[in-house]
């Protein structure tokens, strides 16, 4: 079992910058590929980026890729995302996943508000 809590969301402006943070409860935090997902208001969850269990391997969705960073510390039972040149439409619940979407654990949330 994985209990997950997202922090960092806020409001920016365009152009700005936040960094997520997905902290990890449980021992096997190292052992699960991670991800980051987004749901903006009225669409479907969607993939943000994902991290394999060592941090050795990253992939993004093509709307984010060159702007946002996954990374994780294994010690500290965190994950993160840096996203760097906001846009209005980045804007949405933040989540982060541990396992896969349709089988994994997942945080409660975390708003991003990008202003234009």
């Known amino acids: 079992q994985v209990h997950l809590v997202e922090s960092g969301g806020g409001l920016v402006q365009a152009g700005g910058s936040l960094r997520l943070s997905c902290a990890a409860s449980g021992r096997t935090f190292s052992t699960y590929p991670m991800n980051w997902f987004r749901q903006a208001p009225g669409k479907e969850r969607e993939f943000v980026a994902a991290?394999?269990?060592?941090?050795?391997?990253?992939n993004y969705a093509d709307s984010v890729k060159g702007r946002f960073t996954i990374s994780r510390d294994n010690v500290k039972n965190t994950m993160y995302l840096q996203m760097n040149s906001l846009k209005p439409e980045d804007t949405a619940v933040y989540y982060c996943n541990a396992g896969g979407y349709t089988s994994g654990y997942w945080g409660q949330g975390t708003q991003v508000t990008v202003s234009s």
């Open positions: 991290i394999n269990w060592s941090g050795t391997t990253t």
